[in-house]
């Protein structure tokens, strides 16, 4: 469910943002510790348990259109680890299928857009992503221009209240603030990524984040049976994936790797964590 709240209103009395906090996260552009105190930011503004944080391009090589960035999850009274396991099932298996992003990758402006968890059929889907992860609430933040949409998701635990209009109104409201850095971290900290994978950041973001800087021209299906190789899957397995011949799938990965000078999986894997 989509939402339209007023923008913000600088004279109002309570203004949602701590500036100590919003100085923490300017230092920290560029660096792994934006997500993190991006984190601490939001949770002044909104009370929340997980933060997600994505950039997504048009890209007509990719299945759904568009090439998608992990930039980062941040937690509060939530493990870490777990955060970074249910994000890497999301984008190994689930985000070209998400609903919610589906309606609104591509689009321009700003936009606040609520996940009904409980009207989400039963299925790995939501048993994996919610249920397992006790998420009972979630609302996403995008921002989408010409050339990018940025996203931010904020997500509570099942004990916690769903989150209120004014509590969106207040997040929706510092959005001049936070996409900025957003779009800042995320163009000034790509090649440190490439060179100093952060923790966080999963390896198929790597490799998309190596391709974008070498400019790599792979194809479609090439590109799909690398990231399925990154992922984990065997070349069999990614073969059962696509619908094609194993021999295909082969092919696949005899022309990618050429294009990429890598000759195992191994290698392949760590020419997306190489530099430049």
């Given amino acids: 469910m989509q939402l339209n709240v007023p923008p913000l209103?600088?004279?109002?009395?309570?203004?949602?943002?701590s500036f100590k906090t919003l100085g923490n996260v300017i230092e920290a552009v560029g660096t792994p510790d934006f997500v993190p105190r991006l984190t601490l930011l939001v949770n002044e503004v909104v009370p929340v348990n997980v933060v997600?944080?994505?950039?997504?391009?048009?890209d007509s090589t990719m299945p759904t259109g568009f090439r998608c960035e992990w930039i980062g999850s941040g937690g509060v009274g939530m493990d870490s680890g777990a955060i970074s396991d249910v994000m890497t099932l999301y984008y190994?298996?689930?985000y070209e299928s998400d609903p919610l992003f589906a309606g609104i990758r591509g689009k321009l402006g700003t936009m606040l857009v609520v996940r009904d968890?409980?009207?989400?059929?039963?299925?790995?889907?939501?048993?994996?992503?919610?249920d397992e992860a006790r998420i009972a609430h979630e609302c996403v933040l995008?921002?989408?221009?010409?050339?990018?949409?940025?996203?931010?998701?904020?997500?509570?635990?099942?004990r916690e209240p769903p989150f209120t209009l004014v509590e969106m109104n207040r997040f929706r409201s510092v959005?001049?603030?936070?996409?900025p850095l957003l779009e800042l971290h995320a163009s000034t900290s790509a090649a440190r990524r490439i060179a100093h994978a952060a923790p966080f950041m999963h390896p198929l973001a790597q490799f998309d984040a190596r391709i974008a800087a070498d400019g790599v021209r792979l194809s479609k299906r090439e590109y799909e049976t690398c990231a399925h190789l990154i992922t984990?899957?065997?070349?069999?397995?990614?073969?059962?994936?696509?619908?094609v011949q194993v021999a295909t799938a082969e092919s696949y990965v005899k022309r990618a790797f050429a294009k990429l000078g890598v000759r195992t999986k191994r290698e392949l894997i760590a020419w997306g964590h190489a530099a430049v």
């Fill in 232 to 243: 984990g899957k065997t070349v069999p397995e990614a073969a059962q994936i696509l619908g």
């Fill in 52 to 58: 997600h944080i994505e950039r997504s391009r048009a």
């Fill in 9 to 17: 209103n600088r004279d109002q009395p309570n203004f949602p943002l």
């Fill in 142 to 158: 995008a921002r989408g221009t010409r050339h990018a949409q940025d996203s931010i998701a904020l997500e509570r635990g099942l």
């Fill in 92 to 94: 190994d298996r689930f």
């Fill in 117 to 130: 968890i409980g009207a989400i059929p039963p299925g790995e889907f939501r048993q994996r992503l919610f």
């Fill in 175 to 179: 959005s001049e603030f936070l996409f």
